[in-house]
């Protein structure tokens, strides 16, 4: 890891990973946006950080290519994963929502949402 003094950024290992000093800006974050090839100013804006803090972080990536290159894969996978699961809970939660029938009183309300959806998919 890149040590500093003088309350300069440094790349730290927190729990969550490879981070920016003083941020909650993760280098995985920053290499999502570098593999889409978006320009560092960009990414330095998009985070909010300082000229040092990108450099800092993009020169670690560079001189750590493969250890960095390696977590960020581990991390994508893991993502991957977690997005699955919530999926196929949301998933069976919504069909159980949709199963359910109206509360009482709003069967009009009912009616016209279904209405407007069949007109969505015929126009679909």
């Known amino acids: ?8 950024p440094i790349i730290i290992r927190t729990e969550r990973g490879l981070t920016i000093s003083g941020t909650r800006i993760t280098l995985y974050d920053v290499m ?3 593999t889409a090839q978006y320009p560092p100013k960009f990414i330095r804006s998009l985070f909010d950080l300082t000229e040092e803090e990108i450099n800092v972080a993009l020169s670690y990536i560079e001189a750590n290519r ?9 991390v994508l996978r893991q993502a991957k994963e977690i997005q699955h699961y919530w999926e196929e809970r ?6 159980r929502v949709a199963a359910m029938p109206p509360k009482p009183g709003r069967e009009a309300l009912w009616a016209k949402l279904q209405e407007q959806k069949a007109k969505h998919e015929l126009e679909a």
């Open 90 to 95: 949301n998933r069976e939660h919504s069909a």
């Open 1 to 8: 890891m890149v040590s500093v003094s003088n309350n300069q």
């Open 32 to 34: 999502d946006y570098l």
């Open 66 to 74: 493969a250890e960095v290159e390696a977590e960020y894969q581990i």
